[in-house]
């Protein structure tokens, strides 16, 4: 593990701005785009609604103003709409205000698009889902809560004139379930998160990288969703473990230590579900991280989170080769791809280079990182983002979606 990084970091929600303030960013751009979401938090909100309007408004030379609002905000009050070009709808689920936010839009021509980060809007895959992250299939109440959390985003994106995801796989779903155009904005990262990063890496480089006499693999997870994954690299991680003594795993989040791991529960440190800051902290504490998914159609649609977060702390992942990894990660270069049957290997690899921490690691790290920033810097996706608006507006159907669909 990499000394000099235990101090916990202060933290702040930075997106604690009055409605009026974000009403006021509506001003000025000529094209006016308000995000919606239910509520604010770390995880969808921060990557698909905070990152976007920061990268925006980091760019004026776009001439576009963008700010958001919350299910509570859009329910109390929807002048905010007159004053906008576009709305793009973010995962959220319909009820009678978006059916009053949606109808107030088409009466002043603002074009509405939904925005998506994973597939969670076609009722088909209900099952797989409910299978694919873990959720008991015999309980009445988990098949309740999962159709009508379903159904209502459906319902949500059939009111809607063209739509965004996170990747390629998950957009050709979209558009294969609704026939909407559908166009592809990765995650990436946001101003702080990167500050932070270079700071810790700083911090890092200070002590000549030095380390204690542990070698730490990092299993990071942001939601329960995950909890069935540490699963699949659970035994070569028990293996490494075995012919290691000097091997610890740090779990973040949601993770339980299976038949493999309990026996050495003992050198697996467990941390609470972290403040995205406090989570780069971790993270850079870490030799690798493994990010371990199962290959269905859920994970396949999948983003890359996970590899430039890491690797903008000089922390390489071994991760299944999902579409979004595999076009990511040159396997041994800036990082590791893992089939089902390939985790002890490649569970050993990350150990051997990590515990040498010689030329061949040094340039691994240094590969993830230079990947992480120059694809997902934040202050360069606001052209992006401005590009895929545009051509999402200008294709978008004059007719509106829920009449298009005969609803």
């Known amino acids: 593990m ?65 700010t958001w609002f919350t299910r509570a905000e859009f329910h109390t009050n929807q002048s905010f709409v007159d004053d906008c070009d576009v709305i793009v709808v973010c995962r959220t689920r319909y009820d009678e205000g978006i059916a009053r936010l949606v109808e107030r839009a088409r009466a002043r021509k603002v074009k509405v698009i939904f925005d998506v980060d994973d597939l969670v809007f076609d009722l088909s895959m209900v099952q797989y889902i409910m299978e694919a992250i873990g959720v008991s299939t015999t309980s009445e109440q988990n098949w309740d809560y999962w159709y009508s959390y379903i159904g209502r985003l459906r319902a949500t994106l059939d009111l809607c004139d063209a739509a965004i995801a996170t990747t390629q796989p998950l957009a050709d779903r979209l558009s294969a379930a609704t026939g909407l155009r559908c166009a592809v904005l990765p995650n990436y990262l946001n101003q702080r998160q990167t500050e932070v990063s270079k700071m810790l890496l700083d911090r890092k480089q200070s002590t000549g990288y030095q380390r204690d006499g542990w070698v730490t693999c990092g299993f990071l997870s942001g939601s329960p969703t995950h909890l069935r994954d540490l699963q699949i690299a659970s035994p070569a991680l028990a293996g490494a473990m075995i012919r290691h003594p000097d091997l610890r795993i740090q779990l973040v989040g949601f993770a339980e230590l299976d038949e493999h791991l309990r026996p050495f529960a003992n050198r697996v440190d467990r941390a609470p579900l972290q403040d995205y800051l406090n989570l780069q902290r971790l993270t850079a504490q870490c030799e690798f991280c493994v990010v371990p998914l199962a290959m269905n159609v859920f994970s396949r649609c999948k983003s890359e989170l996970k590899f430039f977060e890491t690797g903008i702390v000089e922390c390489p992942i071994i991760a299944s080769p999902i579409p979004a990894y595999q076009s990511t990660i040159v396997d041994g270069v800036n990082g590791h791809l893992a089939l089902a049957q390939q985790w002890h290997e490649k569970v050993e690899e990350a150990y051997n280079l990590a515990v040498e921490g010689g030329a061949d690691y040094r340039s691994i790290t240094a590969a993830a990182y230079r990947s992480s920033t120059e694809r997902y810097a934040w202050d360069t996706q606001g052209s992006r983002i401005a590009s895929t608006l545009s051509t999402l507006l200008d294709q978008a159907p004059t007719v509106p979606g829920h009449a298009r669909r005969g609803n």
């Open 2 to 66: 990499f000394i000099g990084l235990d101090t916990p970091l202060p933290f702040s929600a930075p997106w604690a701005v009055p409605f009026e303030v974000r009403r006021a960013w509506l001003n000025g751009g000529e094209l006016r785009v308000a995000y919606i979401y239910e509520l604010e938090d770390t995880s969808t909100f921060r990557y698909r609604v905070f990152n976007m309007v920061e990268a925006l408004r980091a760019e004026p030379e776009q001439q576009i103003s963008a």
